[in-house]
């Protein structure tokens, strides 16, 4: 029998892990903006105001992956599945850098969030988020980087490489399952099972896959991004760089040449997290980003 999957029904289950008070289910809904062609980026939106923030997942993770940061927090505000990620469509050139992302990132923040006070992007959608900076600099009026800069490569993101090099099919959810908790020893299985329930599909045959697409075969290896430290520099607003402190993919010297560039930059440490801050630390995460509201 296929696995019966809804999406909007593991909220509670966020909140008790937490501790976070919970009254019913949050206003949230699945919206679609068509990005090119017939390809449609998909967003959940929280809330019912205008969007006062915008919230870009890593590479290989989708829009549920801020679900517990969104209830602590609180705000009106959208959390995007990035191309090739989630419910969004997938590329046919499988190209899902931060440049070719940013693109279609812009034309769904002027549909659904044309004014948000900050954009947060954790890993690939941090590098995403300043691509975007500088494409559509109007629509970023605060940058937060979670556990990315474009100091990024492959030796510093290995685990994260080798977990997305794993295998495409698995003959079973516990199966899924085991292979993501064994690489991610900070967080709690029941945190794991929800994460997978959402990232994960049945298949006919009841097996199971991954929702994201990948790069092609020889085209998964990571580019060099330092043209994005330009970028960064030429950013007008406020940055904040939130780093998980048992995390290997932001260094010491990445701190130290975010701070020549940007000598105003917010640096935020998590004590017990690390590369995925919102799953490991969730309600401290919440509290830096609210930080950028109240100053």
Known sequence: MPYRYDEFGLFAENATEFGLPYDGPPAVSRQFVVTDGDRAVSALRWGSGDPELVLLHGGAQNAHTWDTVCLALKRPLIAVD????GHSDHRGDHAYWPRENAAAIEIVLRALAPDPRAV?????GGLTAVALAARAPDLVHALVLVDVTPGVDEKKASSIVQFINGPEKFASLDEILERTIAF???RSESSLRRGVMHNAIEQTDGSWRWRYD???????????WQSLWDDISAYP???TLVRGADSPVVSDEDVAELRRRRPDAVVEVVEGA????????????ARI????FTG
């Open 82 to 85: 990035l191309p090739g990620h």
């Open 120 to 124: 947060v992007g954790m890993s690939l």
């Open 184 to 186: 991610n020893p900070t």
């Open 214 to 224: 990948l790069p092609r075969t020889g085209e998964n290896s990571l580019p060099n």
């Open 237 to 239: 607003g406020p940055v």
């Open 274 to 285: 690390g590369h995925s801050v919102q799953g490991d630390r969730p309600l401290e995460l």
């Open 289 to 292: 980003i609210e930080g950028v």
